[in-house]
Every structure is written in C-alpha cells, then in structure tokens.
C-alpha cells in the first residue's frame, strides 16, 4: 500500500471547517482513498471513500487533486463531538490478497468550544 | 452500533497464556478483519478472512492465529503471551472482499498481560 503522511494534529473551534491534508506520492492507478474516524477507546468508523476529483457525503467531502498526490478531508463546521483521530488510508481496492494495510498515526483533532 | 460484535470486553491474563477472542460479523458480512492496537504501534491490521478462507495478511505474529468459521464468526487466537500483547483487538466486518472497503468495526476486546 502506498505510504500516507498526515499532520500528527490539529486544534479549530466549533462552527469552523477542518481540512486535513494526507500525502500519498507514490500513490498507484488501482488504489483508492479512504478516511476513518476514531473516537478514544472505539473501533473506527468509516468517513468517506474516492478516487479522484471530489466525493461529498452527508458528513464530509474529500478532494482529490488531478495527480492524486495528496487528498484532503474537510470537515464542516465541526462541533465538540468531532474532537477525534482521522486516519487516511490508501490501497487498491481490487488487488488480491497479500496486502499488508496500515492505519498509520493519524490525525488528532481537537476541537474547542 | 455498528453490529458487529467482540466478547469479551475485558480479557486480564499472565504471560505465557493463551486466549481467544470472538467476533461475530455484522448479519450478511463475509469478510472479516483483526487489528491490533497498542500505544506504541497504532492500529495495525492483523488478518482477514473471507467466507471462511484467509484473503489477506498483515502484521500477525506466528503466536496468532485466527479462523473463521461456516457460520462467519471469527476467533483470534493468542498464545504464549508477552506483556507487549497488551492492547485493544479490534474486529471489523465487511460486505466486500477487498482489503480497502468500508469496514465496520467492533466495539474491541481490551487485553492485559500482567
């Protein structure tokens, strides 16, 4: 799986948008981008999913410029219960098995009243 | 509630014990996902399984071991623990069989090796 880096954290206040950025350089044509969120001592939850251009769902959107280089969550006008670890994940999502998948470290966002 | 479910909860063992941890999918889910999270590691995968077969393998010590079985719930087994086993397992569920798919993910059996 292609290696992804991410902002280890990040502060914002309630009612502002977050924008996370993940760098994924050596990203490959099959893989695909996908976000969880992890509230403390809780399984992770899937955010969102895509592989090029923009993907918005009821809770976030996710861009992707054209080389795919980078994605970037945004958030919209987070509230307190966002305050979590977001983790970005890349992989191809037709490979067969042998993959080895990684969360990484994550991003911590807090958010402030 | 994602519906998938891990028993137990807690798990409190000594080194050089084994344990077993179960997982039961969501209802219709063939593929089933383990990970381990400590404080030093994150939350690195472990295995997954798929309609009852191995599809794909993480950082999963020779110590583990897992099965899933003809009803798709799932066991990690663990052996000859070591006090650096302590962490949260995770289990996740999913409808698809690839590794990169949205995942549901239980709510984790904490283990401590004292």
């Known amino acids: 799986l292609a290696k992804t880096t991410q902002p280890i954290s990040m502060d914002s206040y309630e009612g502002q948008e977050v924008n996370i950025t993940c760098s994924h350089n050596n990203i490959a044509t099959n893989d695909y981008i996908t976000w969880y969120q992890q509230f403390p001592s809780q399984g992770p939850r899937f955010i969102i999913q895509?592989?090029?251009t923009k993907v918005t769902n009821e809770v976030a959107s996710l861009f992707i410029p054209a080389d795919r280089k980078s994605s970037t969550l945004s958030l919209p006008r987070v509230s307190l219960s966002d305050t979590a670890v977001y983790y970005c994940l890349v992989g191809d999502i037709i490979k067969a098995a042998g993959n080895k998948l990684t969360f990484g470290g994550g991003t911590r966002v807090l958010v402030k009243p | 509630d994602s519906g998938v479910t891990q028993t137990p909860k807690h798990l409190i063992t000594a080194t050089g014990q084994r344990v077993t941890l179960r997982c039961s999918p969501r209802s219709g889910d063939l593929s089933v996902y383990w990970y381990q999270q400590s404080l030093d590691q994150g939350l690195q995968f472990l295995i997954q399984?798929?309609?009852?077969?191995?599809?794909a393998k993480g950082n999963i010590l020779e110590r583990f071991s897992a099965q899933q079985f003809p009803d798709l719930h799932s066991e990690l087994n663990l052996s000859s623990l070591e006090l650096g086993d302590s962490a949260l397992y995770f289990c996740?569920?999913?409808?698809?069989?690839?590794?990169?798919?949205?995942?549901?993910f239980g709510p984790g059996t904490r283990l401590t090796v004292l």
């Open positions: 895509g592989y090029k």
């Open positions: 399984y798929y309609n009852g077969e191995e599809r």
């Open positions: 996740a569920s999913s409808s698809q069989r690839e590794l990169i798919s949205e995942q549901f």
